[in-house]
């Protein structure tokens, strides 16, 4: 195995001290694992690439490796979110750049990059465009601590990996305002449905959205504050703006850049997203959340299931 990263800095911190301090302290490499100083030789004769970057940087990530891969090369990756401004899924960008040479995976869930490596019991969704890769990078990614389910709806396991992250934003600033119990568990139920909604107008089976990929992680990620965007969520119910969040945060938090992008297609597509449009609305157009709050209970009453 080959890791290889953009950061020479961090790339050689990790090469000499055989893990990643800055990200996952604690978290030894294994033996069989080398740091590699080019993205060439990373990719030098490997059958697997997984790819994990944030979503504003997949297309500029796939299009860096495309002339290094092996012709019989298998992609996946395990990025969250619609690509801005194009309302692309990772799975179409990746179709787009690398062309239909390559069978492709989406890995999602549930998983706290630190509790994956502490060794505590993970599970997670893998889907993939052929049915033997999916169930294959299941095997190689299983272990007595980590189990992957396989699965073919890869629009579906992509669209709740992207809406959680706007959810999660909302649920940090409930829970940040004290709204308690009641309206933390509202806002995940009811955004499940509109993820759901989305997800089955793109295409996506209705059933994903029960699983790991969809409930599973929306749950984990508002709940909990290892999410990064929940943690976004309460530094702006603490009066923090965006960059001053971000910043105490220091990682990429996408639930900000989600957001606009789910506004997008679900705009295009005329699917009502009611709570992640006010959660878009506190974030880009400064509506305070308070008052997002009391647009949404005071909606038109309607059907619980539409």
Not at 42 to 48: N, Y
Not at 118 to 133: E, Q, R, S, V, W
Not at 288 to 293: G, M, N, Q, T, Y
Request: net charge negative.
């Amino acid at each position: 195995m080959r890791l290889w990263g953009r950061d020479d800095e961090q790339r050689a911190l990790m090469k000499a001290e055989r893990v990643n301090n800055k990200y996952l302290p604690g978290a030894d490499f294994p033996d069989n694992l080398s740091v590699a100083d080019t993205i060439e030789e990373c990719l030098d004769g490997m059958q697997d690439v997984l790819v994990s970057v944030p979503s504003h940087a997949l297309r500029e990530t796939l299009t860096a490796l495309k002339p290094h891969l092996e012709s019989h090369a298998r992609v996946s990756w395990a990025t969250k979110g619609f690509e801005l401004h194009t309302g692309k899924l990772p799975h179409q960008v990746a179709n787009e750049v690398l062309g239909d040479d390559h069978k492709l995976a989406v890995l999602s869930g549930p998983t706290f990059a630190r509790e994956v490596g502490d060794g505590l019991p993970t599970a997670m969704t893998i889907a993939a465009n052929d049915a033997d890769f999916g169930h294959q990078m299941a095997e190689s990614l299983s272990s007595p601590n980590f189990r992957a389910y396989t699965s073919d709806d890869m629009v579906g396991v992509e669209v709740g990996g992207a809406i959680k992250n706007v959810l999660a934003i909302g649920a940090g600033m409930s829970d940040g305002l004290g709204f308690g119990a009641n309206t933390r568990i509202a806002l995940i139920n009811r955004g499940l449905v509109e993820m759901t909604r989305l997800g089955v107008a793109l295409g996506a089976k209705k059933e994903t959205f029960m699983g790991l990929a969809g409930m599973g992680d929306l749950v984990l990620t508002c709940t909990d504050d290892l999410s990064r965007n929940r943690r976004m969520g309460l530094a702006l119910a603490a009066g923090k703006t965006i960059e001053e969040a971000q910043e105490e945060i220091q990682q990429v938090v996408e639930g900000v850049l989600a957001a606009e992008a789910v506004e997008e297609v679900a705009a295009k597509l005329g699917v009502e997203m009611p709570i992640c449009h006010e959660i878009y609305r506190i974030l880009y157009d400064g509506v305070a959340p308070r008052k997002a709050v009391e647009n949404l209970m005071s909606r038109a009453i309607g059907p619980e299931i539409a």
